[in-house]
């Protein structure tokens, strides 16, 4: 069956969530230890992670999930084009500097991604280059672009070859509501401990479920800095944003695009039922529903036994998006399909 075109469903005009999956050329272990060599690449997922939150506090774009594996990572992006629509065309091109110095560095001579006033006002006045920078910043497909390809560079840098890292097409799945955003993000906090990578959420490294959990210690210790160096680029779950003392997002200078929480669930809430779910995946460990348990999975039609098959299920049961039967029947129709 031919692949579809990515713009039948993913259209950076328009706001969408999506789960986005990436693998290392070949399914090698390139972030991890190779069992071949015995090579161990794990610091590369360091890589991964702190590009990821360089490109969240400039695009915009929130990072709401993340699982870094050996072979592979796991992202739930949410564009906002409508935000990208607010900011100014200086900030348009100072953001676009910072994300693409190549492009600038072929134009001006700027390497470091920081032109001169002068300068700025000689880019603010290409009103085309302008636009077209201003699309990029919204767009998912641009957000993976930089991601990969400055990890593949140091990379192969580190061991003196040329070629591709990452396989060139990542593969993405529309979320068309509330119930599938849960799903894809419990699905991707709980990847590293499928793959026996890690025993518990607190346990996973370079996932969010870790970062979230370790940025909750710290600010208890009031070492609210490292906290929010921790996991400030990551969305909060709510809109309450759990009390997250960081700087407004959206501007220039802040750890994220938006303080927009989707949720409406708490972090006690949401590791609640990550820690529940997961138990519930492991042979012989299922048990009773827990009173605490957060009343949303009622609200989105969803019993803890069904959230576990879902996010168990996730790669047979949604391909190109993934929802409740409603939503995903709307999706379809929007798709003509």
């Not at 993000?185 to 346990?203: F, K, W």
């Not at 036994?305 to 879902?310: F, I, N, Q, R, W």
Request: include cysteine; charge should be positive.
């Amino acid at each position: 069956m031919p692949r579809k075109n990515r713009s039948e469903s993913m259209d950076p005009s328009k706001p969408g969530i999506y789960h986005i999956k990436s693998r290392c050329v070949r399914r090698a272990f390139l972030c991890g230890k190779d069992k071949r060599t015995g090579k161990d690449y794990s610091h590369r997922k360091t890589w991964l992670e702190d590009r990821v939150k360089q490109l969240a506090a400039l695009f915009a774009i929130d990072v709401m999930f993340v699982a870094i594996m050996s072979n592979h990572f796991h992202l739930v992006l949410a564009n906002l084009p409508q935000l990208v629509e607010l900011w100014s065309d200086t900030e348009v091109i100072r953001r676009a500097c910072l994300i693409f110095p190549y492009k600038f560095w072929e134009m001006l001579g700027v390497l470091d991604g920081k032109p001169t006033e002068e300068q700025l006002e000689t880019l603010v006045a290409n009103k085309p280059l302008v636009a077209k920078m201003r699309r990029r910043l919204s767009h998912p497909s641009w957000f993976m672009r930089q991601l990969k390809q400055g990890v593949a560079v140091a990379a192969n840098r580190e061991d003196d070859c040329d070629g591709h890292f990452f396989n060139g097409r990542y593969r993405h799945r529309n979320i068309t509501d509330l119930a599938g955003l849960l799903i894809c993000g419990i699905y991707v906090d709980l990847n590293q401990i499928a793959a026996r990578e890690a025993e518990t959420p607190e346990e996973s490294l370079h996932t969010s479920a870790g970062l979230r959990i370790a940025g909750r210690q710290l600010r208890e210790l009031s070492r609210h800095e490292e906290a929010a160096a921790m996991d400030g680029f990551l969305t909060p779950l709510s809109a309450d944003g759990d009390d997250q003392p960081y700087p407004a997002a959206g501007t220039l200078g802040s750890l994220r695009a938006s303080d927009q929480g989707r949720l409406d669930m708490t972090l006690d809430d949401y590791l609640a039922t990550l820690d529940l779910v997961g138990r519930l995946r492991r042979p012989g460990k299922a048990g009773a529903i827990p009173e605490h348990l957060p009343p949303i999975l009622h609200r989105l039609g969803l019993t803890v036994d069904s959230l576990a098959a879902y996010v168990d299920g996730i790669e047979d049961l949604f391909r190109r998006a993934v929802g409740m039967p409603a939503s995903l029947r709307e999706f379809a129709r929007r798709l003509g399909q």
